[in-house]
C-alpha cells in the first residue's frame, strides 16, 4: 500500500526516506569525543543510565513492531471483510483484546518501573560512599565550584580518576540543573536548598557538562568541563588552586596591571585571593590562567578573548551580568599581561 498524504496525493519513497535519513544522522551524531551523550558512559553511574535507557529501547522495539505486524494483519482482513459487506460489532470482551490491551501493557510498564527503581535506588545508594566533597553553586550563567581545601574556581571541575565524589548543589539566583550526562544524571540547582548527587570517572578525560533547566538568555552557553585525571596530578591541581595568587615582580607590566584592577570596575565583582579583590558576584580569578575557556565555554581562554572580555563582554555573551571596560591601551594591555600571569 503507497504512502499518501493528507490531501490524498500519493507520496513519492523520497519524501518517507529522507527524514528517515536525518533523523538517522542525528542518531549518529552523538559520538566522538566530548559529545556529552548519555549513549557513551564513561563511569559506573552513567553506565547503568545507558543500560536503562538501552533496555527501555528494545522494549519499545518490540512493542512497536509487533504493533505494525497486527496492525498490518488487521488491516488486510479489514479489506477482504469489507467485500463481505461485514456489520459485526467490535468484540470488546475478546481474550486478544484483554490480553493484548491490558494484560501485556501492564505487565511491561510494571517491568519498566521495577527496573527503574532499581538503578535509581542503586545510583542513590553509591553516592553514600564518597571521598571528596565538593560545591558547585549555579550562577547566571556560570559555574563555581569550592573545594575543601578552600580552593575556589570556575567552569572546569577537577576530579580524581576511579574515585567517587560528592557534588553538593545550589544556586545563587535561579534554577540551573548540574548534568554531566557521560558521568552522572541530572540534579537541579534550587534557591535556598543544597541537593547532592556523586560523579565518578572510570579513566582520565574531559566530559562536557550542561545546564539542563533553562535559566534565561545563555542558557546554551552555560557549560563546563569535569576533568578526570590521576590522584598525583588532581592533588598538584586543587594545592595550586587553593594557593593565593602570585605577586608580581615590583615595576613589572604585571604589577600596573594588578593596579588597574583593583581601581577599576573589576575590583567589584572578582577575588584575586592574596590581593584586596575579594568580591564574589563573578568568577574568583585566582588562577584564570589555568583555565581553558572563558565565560563557561563560551570561548577559549586566549589573549584577544580575554582582551574583549575586558572592553566588551556582551560582545561574547550578550546579556552576560559582566559590563564592559573603559580602559586606556597601555591599561588594557597591562591589566590583560596580569591575569595571563595568574596560574
Ligand atoms: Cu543555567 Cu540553564
Known amino acids: 500500500m503507497a504512502a499518501e498524504d493528507l490531501a490524498g496525493r500519493r507520496l ?17 551524531a552523538c ?6 551523550s548519555i549513549l557513551d558512559p564513561r563511569g559506573p553511574a552513567a553506565q547503568r543510565v545507558a543500560g536503562l535507557w538501552w533496555f527501555l529501547f528494545w522494549v519499545s522495539v518490540v ?9 498490518g494483519m488487521a488491516l488486510a482482513r479489514r479489506n477482504r471483510e469489507e467485500e463481505e459487506a461485514s456489520t459485526d460489532e467490535p468484540r470488546w470482551a475478546e481474550p486478544g483484546i484483554v490480553v493484548a490491551g491490558v494484560v501485556i501493557p501492564v505487565v511491561l510498564l510494571a517491568v519498566a518501573f521495577l527496573v527503574s527503581l532499581r538503578d535509581m535506588n542503586a545510583l542513590a545508594r553509591l ?13 547566571d550563567w556560570w559555574w563555581e565550584a569550592r573545594y575543601p581545601n578552600g580552593a ?43 541537593n547532592s548527587v556523586w560523579i565518578e570517572a572510570d579513566a582520565p578525560g574531559r ?10 538568555l545563555q542558557h546554551t552557553n552555560m557549560q563546563f568541563f569535569v576533568i578526570a585525571e590521576p590522584a598525583a596530578d588532581f592533588e598538584a591541581w586543587v594545592e595550586n588552586e587553593a594557593a593565593p595568587a602570585a605577586t608580581p615582580a615590583p615595576g613589572s607590566t604585571e604589577e600596573e596591571g594588578l593596579d588597574v584592577f583593583l581601581s577599576t570596575t573589576c575590583f567589584g565583582c572578582h577575588a584575586i585571593r592574596g590581593t584586596e579583590a575579594e568580591a564574589v558576584l563573578g568568577p574568583d ?12 565555554l563560551t570561548v577559549p581562554n586566549t589573549r584577544e578573548n580575554l582582551t574583549r572580555a575586558v572592553v566588551d ?29 595568574l596560574e
Open 12 to 28: 513519492r519513497p523520497v519524501t518517507r526516506v529522507v527524514p528517515a535519513g536525518i533523523a538517522l544522522l542525528a542518531i549518529t
Open 31 to 36: 559520538g566522538g569525543p566530548e559529545t556529552p
Open 63 to 71: 512493542v512497536f513492531v509487533v504493533v505494525m505486524v497486527l496492525l
Open 127 to 139: 553516592g553514600e560512599e564518597t571521598t571528596m566533597t565538593v560545591e558547585v553553586i549555579g550562577h
Open 152 to 194: 575556589v574556581t570556575a567552569n572546569e571541575l577537577h576530579v580524581p580518576v576511579g574515585e567517587r565524589v560528592r557534588v553538593d548543589v545550589t544556586t545563587a539566583d535561579v534554577i540551573h540543573s548540574f548534568w554531566v550526562p557521560q558521568l552522572q544524571v541530572k540534579i537541579d540547582m534550587i534557591p535556598g536548598r543544597v
Open 207 to 216: 566530559f562536557r557538562g550542561l545546564c539542563g533547566e533553562f535559566c534565561g
Open 285 to 296: 580569578l585566582t588562577h584564570l590562567a589555568d583555565r581553558e575557556t572563558l565565560f563557561a
Open 313 to 341: 563582554p556582551q560582545a561574547i555573551k550578550p546579556g552576560a551580568v559582566m559590563p564592559p571596560t573603559e580602559l586606556t591601551e597601555r591599561e588594557l594591555v597591562a591589566l590583560v599581561a596580569y591575569m595571563e600571569s
